[in-house]
């Protein structure tokens, strides 16, 4: 360890030095005030370790983890998103009395966890943030523990990822078995040299058994039971920092290890993710369509958008060129999960006060539009996203979806766009319809109570939505010159 | 810059009415006129300007410096996009009539809406400035964009201050213009992508795109989604079924720009981009689309002539009328195209009129069904008599537009194909038996004595009269326009030439 790969390291230190300071601050006194703080400001600082460790990129640090351009700028995406979660939980918070510092402190070892997971170059690195992250989720689940709800959603949670996780250990077992290696280039150095072909059966169970565990992460279709019920279970912002920064995370870590291990070469394993994209885009977007729970909706429209999202790894491995597509990937992920905090930043501002049960079903929302139009303009803005409207983040994404998927020449993955994208406009738009209702239901709340930060989060979402909506350039130059 | 200065406008005019809201319930309304106003005499004070000259000139694909107005900044050069604009003479006269029939709209609502007038005229205002974005988007990028934004504001309108089935109706309008946009921006990519790798690099340009060389097979298969996309939008027969839920849920306003501009738009997009981008595979394709094109004239008439309800009559009347556009727009020679947009204009002042009309009687009698009417021209005689005028217009009298742009498709079609000419001048006599019936059961019959009903004051006299002298130009003396739209035309048959 010497002083470079300190500075590359700035950003997991910060966050690992505020988890400490953190704990210290709550066996000394309980302030919630102080724990908020600390933790705000410890997502922050390591947002902007990011530009320290920028100038020793890249290098890699010990096999585990390596300092790029690309872990770099998502690891700072997800403190970020942390930050706003915070921002929100603090909100929420407010009418839970209870012990809510630690609340904190597992926010804080979750992003850790996800920033670990951007950095990972190492099948052990990959595990180790994994768990991090999912551990700190087990619990954040069920923190507020009132009522069944979110302790049964904190149980599935944890049984089936942990159902989960043995199957990805299982997976990777397998691959060191053939290839006696678990660090991503040795594999692609391995596979390449055909030492895969001896042994290939073996390789490809492997490999289809590291799509099962990490695809139960992701929530694709036959994976994603769990999602609406843990969705529906979790505090509002802990639901979406599981969708925004849990998948956004695993799918930056899946993509670095679909490509630089080379497993994008086997044709099989294509074919399987391309199955599991079009079955996670019909389902999804059908079982949407059934709901009228606003989290059970945004949960099976997660489940359809990480099917959009698998596009970009089958056309990563199709095109002979897959840099368009992987460029189409890191667009996408900045897109979904900015538009997915918003949109369940949305659900935890308006539950405030809501007591026992939060205000998460759509008859909740009607008149939204009218009693409180900027938290309505938000969800509008968050829900004309997911749906690829123009001039919000979404469309751009998709746009690069498509561009990406019609340079593969992949037909019949943007059929199933066309129609996934088709049917979500249905139940995207039934909420923004039932919030200009007038509605005579229970009022959620009023604005004038809101905290300063959940105000300033509130106005930086739709900003960020709209801004890489309309100004897309300067984020796809950047990552143009970092993929 | 005209052209940009044009859009935000709109924009602006419609956050400002947006937030007038709050000080007053009549300003929005005013601020909504006064911007339109402005921009329309903005836009001709911008034309007259431009010398004579310009106007005769041919614009060339490949010089955009022939064009009347052009307009262009970087924008994601990533793909290649920029924002484009440009104008000549097809454009001028779709924002002219965009503009038009946006004043015409908001005088219109002008007492209907009491919820929320100055969100109501911000989405009015917006629609409008996507349309007109739509009719000068030169980037298929940027013309995409705007297709979708007219779409989301356009919703609103239906949603919010809709009739009593709104919830159902605003949701088909747009899931029908969505899907068929999502098909339309998939072919836009696969158009880009073929440029791409004949060329070596990106770009939405329509000047770029066009004549772009790719295999006959995958050539249709993009048309095919271009022209989906915008006969969703026209529409024709059978994509038109969205359209009678839409125009008779929609508020008054919300009809206005929707049968008088929005549905332009598909004959626009099919005009300037689907027929030039793909002239082999629009060739091949010509006698389906004529073939709907017939159809949605027949059909839309005869199911016209089966509505009980007002405004679903005049929906459908659209679709008949626009079939007569479709008939144009692939008979491709000059006459029929020129009647084409003839007809886009005239039609486009008529239904406004008579979606005018249903909008101020189910004001009056809170009603739009016809059985529960009649004899009301004895209630309301000025009424009475501007919807006979449009009736007749609608039905294609001669010395009014709707007859010169009819008359000129089907001398265009003749030429081409004979037999539909015929099929589709049977239409002509269709239209005659639903505009009279819509007279007969509405305002003629015994008037019931109980009612009292105001009839029009100045302020609907005066948008009618700007509609009734605007067909009536058009039907007496309709050079001007076809000599504006002329050099475009030509340039677009001979560069989608067979």
Redesign the interface.
Same mark, same amino acid.
């Given at each position: 360890m010497n002083l470079a790969a300190m500075q590359g390291l700035l950003p997991l230190l910060v966050l690992g030095l505020g988890a400490a300071v953190l704990m210290l601050q709550i066996s000394i006194r309980r302030q919630l005030g102080w724990s908020y703080a600390i933790t705000v400001a410890t997502l922050l600082l390591g947002a902007a370790a990011m530009e320290p460790a920028m100038q020793v990129a890249p290098l890699q640090v010990t096999p585990l983890l390596r300092v790029d351009n690309l872990g770099l700028f998502f690891g700072s995406l997800f403190c970020l998103s942390g930050a706003v979660t915070a921002v929100i939980s603090r909100d929420y918070l407010r009418s839970r009395e209870g012990e809510n510092e630690e609340y904190f402190l597992l926010l804080l070892l979750s992003t850790l966890g996800a920033v670990i997971l951007a950095y990972s170059t190492h099948v052990a690195a990959l595990l180790l943030g994994l768990e991090l992250l999912s551990v700190a989720l087990y619990a954040l689940i069920a923190y507020p523990e009132r009522g069944t709800l979110p302790l049964e959603a904190a149980i599935k949670y944890l049984v089936l990822s942990g159902a989960a996780s043995a199957t990805l250990l299982f997976g990777f077992a397998l691959i060191y078995a053939a290839l006696g290696s678990l660090e991503y280039a040795e594999i692609a150095v391995q596979i390449s040299a055909g030492r895969a072909a001896t042994s290939p059966a073996l390789i490809l169970m492997g490999a289809a058994m590291v799509f099962a565990g990490l695809g139960f992460k992701l929530s694709v279709v036959p994976f994603h039971m769990w999602t609406p019920d843990v969705y529906e279970g979790a505090p509002a912002p802990i639901s979406g920092f599981l969708a925004g920064v849990s998948k956004g995370a695993v799918f930056i870590a899946v993509l670095r290890w679909f490509l630089e291990s080379g497993f994008f070469q086997y044709s099989s394993l294509l074919a399987g993710i391309t199955l599991l994209s079009i079955a996670s885009i019909l389902v999804g977007n059908l079982l949407a369509l059934l709901q009228t729970n606003v989290k059970r909706i945004l949960a099976y429209s997660s489940i359809a958008h990480l099917g959009y999202l698998l596009i970009v790894l089958v056309a990563a491995g199709v095109s002979p060129e897959p840099g368009l597509a992987v460029e189409a990937g890191g667009y996408y992920v900045v897109a979904y999960v900015i538009t997915t905090l918003a949109a369940f930043s949305l659900l935890g501002l308006i539950s405030r006060q809501s007591g026992d049960r939060e205000y998460d079903q759509l008859s909740d929302l009607a008149g939204l539009f009218?009693k409180q139009p900027g938290l309505a303009a938000l969800f509008t803005v968050a829900l004309?996203s997911l749906?690829g409207?123009?001039?919000t983040a979404g469309?751009i994404g998709?746009?690069y979806l498509?561009?990406a998927g019609?340079?593969a020449a992949l037909w019949g993955l943007?059929a199933a766009l066309?129609i996934g994208?088709?049917i979500g406009?249905?139940y995207y738009?039934?909420i923004?319809?039932t919030m200009?209702t007038v509605g005579e239901q229970a009022n959620p709340g009023t604005t004038a109570d809101m905290l300063v930060g959940s105000r300033l989060v509130v106005y930086l979402l739709i900003f960020a939505m709209l801004y890489l909506g309309i100004v897309?350039?300067p984020l796809?130059?950047y990552l143009?010159t970092i993929l | 810059m005209l052209l940009l200065d044009l859009i935000i406008l709109l924009f602006a005019g419609g956050a400002l009415a947006w937030w007038s809201e709050s000080r007053s319930a009549k300003a929005p309304r005013w601020l909504a006129l006064a911007f339109l106003s402005l921009g329309l005499l903005y836009l001709l004070g911008g034309v007259m300007q431009i010398p004579e000259q310009q106007f005769s000139l041919i614009p060339q694909p490949d010089n955009p410096q022939t064009w009347l107005l052009h307009y262009r900044v970087d924008?994601?050069?990533?793909?290649g996009i920029n924002f484009e604009l440009a104008m000549d003479g097809l454009s001028l006269i779709l924002v002219t009539l965009t503009l038009l029939l946006g004043g015409v709209a908001v005088v219109s609502s002008w007492d209907e809406i009491s919820f929320?007038p100055g969100f109501f005229q911000a989405n009015l205002l917006w629609t409008l400035a996507g349309v007109v974005g739509v009719f000068l988007a030169m980037d298929l990028?940027l013309f995409? !964009?705007f297709w979708?934004?007219m779409?989301?504001p356009m919703?609103?309108l239906i949603?919010?201050w809709g009739h009593e089935q709104k919830?159902f109706a605003?949701?088909k309008f747009?899931?029908f213009t969505?899907?068929s946009g999502?098909?339309l !921006?998939?072919a836009i990519?696969?158009l880009?992508?073929i440029h791409a790798n004949n060329s070596g690099s990106y770009s939405f340009s329509y000047f770029d795109l066009l004549g772009t060389a790719m295999s006959p097979q995958l050539g249709f298969w993009v048309m095919l989604g271009f022209f989906i996309a915008f006969t969703v939008k026209l529409p024709a027969f059978p994509f038109h079924t969205w359209l009678p839920d839409a125009h008779t849920q929609a508020p008054t306003a919300g009809s206005v720009i929707l049968a008088g501009i929005l549905l332009k738009t598909g004959a626009y997009g099919l005009l300037r981009f689907t027929i030039p981008l793909f002239p082999q595979a629009s060739v091949d394709f010509a006698p389906v689309a004529m073939a709907l094109g017939a159809a949605s004239v027949i059909y839309g008439a005869v199911l016209a002539f089966a509505q009980t309800d007002f405004k679903r009559l005049v929906a459908y009347s659209s679709v008949s009328h626009m079939g007569f556009v479709l008939l144009g727009l692939y008979a491709w020679n000059i006459l029929a195209v020129q009647g084409a947009v003839m007809q886009m204009v005239a039609h486009g002042l008529s239904t406004a009129a008579l979606f005018m009309t249903a909008g101020a009687l189910q004001q009056r009698l809170h009603t739009r069904d016809m059985r529960r009417m009649g004899g009301l021209w004895h209630n309301m005689p000025r009424m009475g008599a501007t919807a006979m005028f449009f009736a007749l217009a609608s039905l294609g009298l001669p010395g009014l537009g709707n007859f010169v742009g009819e008359f000129l498709v089907l001398v265009g079609l003749f030429a081409v194909n004979p037999w539909l000419a015929v099929i589709a001048a049977i239409g002509l006599i269709t239209a005659a038996v639903y505009a009279l019936i819509m007279m007969q059961h509405a305002f003629q019959g015994t008037p019931d004595p109980q009612r009292q009903l105001t009839d029009y004051g100045p302020r609907e006299m005066a948008a009618m009269g700007v509609l009734i002298i605007g067909l009536l130009w058009l039907g007496l003396y309709p050079q001007p326009v076809l000599d504006v739209a002329q050099p475009v035309l030509e340039s677009l048959l001979a560069g989608g030439a067979p």
């Open positions: 009218w004309l749906a409207i123009p001039l469309f998709k746009f498509i561009s019609v340079d943007l066309v994208s088709a406009i249905f738009l039934r923004i319809y200009t897309p350039e796809m130059g143009r | 924008w994601i050069p990533r793909f929320r990028f995409f !964009l979708e934004v779409l989301v919703y609103l949603a919010i919830a605003s949701m747009f899931l969505q899907f999502l098909l !921006l998939l990519l696969v880009a992508s």
